[in-house]
């Protein structure tokens, strides 16, 4: 059974950093597809990074450059650093994992992900 859990949420002023992790277990977490996703409220959830069995990556055009995904596949979690944050950045993060190889043109793609976390908020106050 896949299970994700994310932490490291938080509230945090306009320009800071965050660091989310995501901890999976259940498959093989090496060969899977994983993604960072968020929603806010109103909106529709949104790709923000994707990362594929190899570690490259692939960013939304509205983090890219502030945000950074890896994962360290010895402890079967995912990460990723936010910096420079902005209020438009607050949002319900979650990660997700979707089995078999990544192809660029889905990996942001939330529809595509099979297995997701429960969430963890992210807060930016200007």
């Known amino acids: 059974q896949v299970q994700l859990v994310e932490s490291g949420g938080g509230s945090v002023q306009a320009g800071g950093s965050l660091r989310l992790s995501c901890a999976a277990s259940g498959y093989t977490y090496s060969s899977y597809c994983m993604g960072w996703f968020r929603r806010a409220p109103g909106q529709e959830r949104e790709g923000v990074a994707g990362i594929d069995s190899y570690g490259s990556t692939e960013y939304a055009d509205s983090v890219k450059g502030r945000f950074i995904a890896s994962k360290d596949n010895a402890k079967n979690t995912l990460y990723l650093q936010m910096n420079s944050l902005k209020p438009e950045d607050s949002a319900m993060y979650y990660c997700?994992?979707?089995?078999?190889?990544?192809?660029?043109?889905?990996?942001?793609?939330?529809?595509?992900?099979?297995?997701w976390g429960q969430g963890t908020q992210v807060t930016v106050s200007s």
């Open positions: 997700a994992a979707a089995e078999g190889p990544c192809y660029w043109w889905w990996i942001l793609l939330p529809e595509k992900y099979a297995f």
